[in-house]
């Protein structure tokens, strides 16, 4: 069965008035952080543990992470064991995105599923869902609602919740929040869980090797998903991911600061 996307008209415009119509203010969302913000992975943090038992093949010689990661199945194929880990990783993932309220998570795990999702507009392509996400705010924008206000704060939510936004025709960017919760959701499901699963597994190799094995898969992953000149700041931005226990999301804030415009919270593709 064909999955609606997330970026459909219909569905679309009705959870962002929904949205709109439960709000009364976002003046507190642009100060919103994860919950791991900046959180070293030296640190002890509640209800995270890097004491995780990973499977052994995962620890083995053998295990190749860059291509587990390429091989990372589509969601509609995946096992009913593989479906509850992506989905709790997911889930995981939504919690340390900083996000408001309720309606937000909701939009935000949608958009981390459709990225996985085969059927989907945007499956494995930044690129893609960038320019679904263009049209569909324009189109927002010219949507007649009670009020001026209501339109600005719909688009607001629409580009904040899924981190994502284009400032002209021949800029394209994602945002630090869902670059990093997409990577810590292919890697973590090659590992075989969440942000503390993803430590163990650093820990286990040592940093050195993780090294190699984490800057591999991910310039693997930006070439696949449609930025391929994000690669080549890899290795360094992953070498200082490594000491914090978000590494995903550290990742995309190294990029961030790697780009054309710096430590804006959002990543430059070109």
């Known amino acids: 069965m064909v999955k609606m996307s997330l970026f459909k008209k219909v569905s679309l415009l009705t959870v962002l008035m929904l949205l709109c119509s439960s709000l009364t203010s976002l003046s507190s969302f642009a100060n919103e952080e994860p919950t791991l913000e900046n959180v070293l992975a030296t640190e002890k943090v509640e209800g995270f543990s890097t004491n995780v038992d990973l499977d052994e093949y995962v620890v083995s010689k053998e295990f190749d992470l860059e291509e587990e990661v390429a091989n990372m199945p589509s969601i509609d194929k995946m096992t009913t064991e593989e479906k509850e880990l992506f989905d709790s990783i997911v889930e995981e993932q939504v919690a340390l995105a900083g996000l408001e309220n309720e309606e937000e998570e909701k939009l935000f795990a949608k958009a981390m599923v459709d990225f996985f999702d085969k059927n989907s507009e945007t499956y494995n392509d930044f690129s893609l869902a ?57 890697i973590g499901f090659a590992i075989g869980g969440g942000v503390g699963a993803i430590q163990a597994f650093i820990i286990k190799k040592g940093k050195k090797e993780a090294q190699k094995l984490f800057t591999r898969t991910v310039v693997s992953r930006l070439k696949a998903w449609g930025a391929p000149k994000l690669a080549l700041a890899t290795g360094a931005c992953v070498t200082i991911a490594l000491n914090y226990l978000d590494v995903g999301t550290q990742i995309a804030k190294q990029l961030d600061k790697r780009d054309k415009r710096p430590n804006n919270g959002w990543i430059d593709f070109y």
């Open 130 to 186: 960038q320019t679904e996400l263009i049209e569909q705010v324009e189109e927002i924008s010219t949507t007649t609602y009670e009020n001026d206000e209501m339109e600005i704060s719909s688009t607001n939510i629409f580009n904040k919740t899924f981190a994502i936004q284009k400032a002209h025709a021949v800029q394209v960017k994602v945002g630090v929040k869902f670059a990093g919760a997409v990577f810590n959701g292919a």
